[in-house]
T-cell receptor, first 113, second 115 residues
C-alpha cells in the first residue's frame, strides 16, 4: 500500500539558515510526489511536484526538492529560510490506481529570528 | 490567485443541527472533488470523493448518512454535516484537480465548531 512518512514532526531553524524537510514514500511504481504548505487556519498551497524527468524540481517561494528513487525519498530544501516560511509542510504521493493523494503527517516549521 | 473557494470559512452551530459547506472551482470545471477532514495538529484524512453526476465515494469508516455530499454542477460540490455533534468539530478542506488529475488545488478550509 502507498504511504508517506515525514520523520520530523517539528523543526526549528534560524532565519537565514538552510532547511531540509524529509519525506519518504512507499509506492510500487514511479510515484507522483508533491509538497504542500499550510499556514495556520488556511488550506494547502502547492509548493512543487515531481512526475518524471529531472529529479531536482524547483518550486515556488525558493523551494526545491530532489527525488531519489534509491532512497525512496523526496526531501524539500530551501537555502535560506525567511520568517514567513513558518508553517506546516506536507509531503504527498498520488496513488494512480486509487486516484487519491496520500499525505504524510506533516512537519511543523518554526523560524527563529 | 485562489482557484478553489470554500464557504463559509468558519461556522458555529448547535448540536443537532445540520451544516452545509460549499466548495467551488473558480475558473475551471471539476468532475471530481475531494473532501478532507483535518484534526488539530494532524494530517489530512480523505473523507470522500465527490463525483459530478453520480454518487460520492466514501472512505472506509466515514458515515455516508452523516456526511452528505452532492456534486451539483461541474463547479460546485457541497458537504452537509447532518445532526452535527461536538465530535464533528474539525477543519474541513476540499480540493479539485485542475489540469491533471494528479494535481489537486485546495480550498482555504472551513472551521466547524459544534457546541
Amino acid at each position: 500500500a502507498q504511504s508517506v512518512t515525514q520523520p520530523d514532526i517539528h523543526i526549528t531553524v534560524s532565519e537565514g539558515a538552510s532547511l531540509e524537510l524529509r519525506c519518504n514514500y512507499s509506492y510500487g511504481a514511479t510515484p507522483y510526489l508533491f509538497w504542500y504548505v499550510q499556514s495556520p487556519g488556511q488550506g494547502l498551497q502547492l509548493l512543487l511536484k515531481y512526475f518524471s524527468g529531472d529529479t531536482l524540481v524547483q518550486g515556488i517561494k525558493g523551494f526545491e526538492a530532489e527525488f531519489k528513487r534509491s532512497q525512496s525519498s523526496f526531501n524539500l530544501r530551501k537555502p535560506s529560510v525567511h520568517w514567513s516560511d513558518a508553517a506546516e509542510y506536507f509531503c504527498a504521493v498520488y496513488g494512480g490506481a486509487t486516484n487519491k493523494l496520500i499525505f504524510g503527517t506533516g512537519t511543523l516549521l518554526a523560524v527563529q529570528p | 490567485g485562489a482557484v478553489v473557494s470554500q464557504h463559509p470559512s468558519r461556522v458555529i452551530c448547535k448540536s443537532g443541527t445540520s451544516v452545509k459547506i460549499e466548495c467551488r472551482s473558480l475558473d475551471f470545471q471539476a468532475t471530481t472533488m475531494f473532501w478532507y477532514r483535518q484534526f488539530p495538529k494532524k494530517s489530512l484524512m480523505l473523507m470522500a470523493t465527490s463525483n459530478e453526476g453520480s454518487k460520492a465515494t466514501y472512505e472506509q469508516g466515514v458515515e455516508k448518512d452523516k456526511f452528505l455530499i452532492n456534486h451539483a454542477s461541474l463547479t460546485l460540490s457541497t458537504l452537509t454535516v447532518t445532526s452535527a455533534h461536538p465530535e464533528d468539530s474539525s477543519f474541513y478542506i476540499c480540493s479539485a484537480p485542475r489540469e491533471y488529475q494528479e494535481t489537486q488545488y485546495f480550498g482555504p478550509g472551513t472551521r466547524l465548531l459544534v457546541l
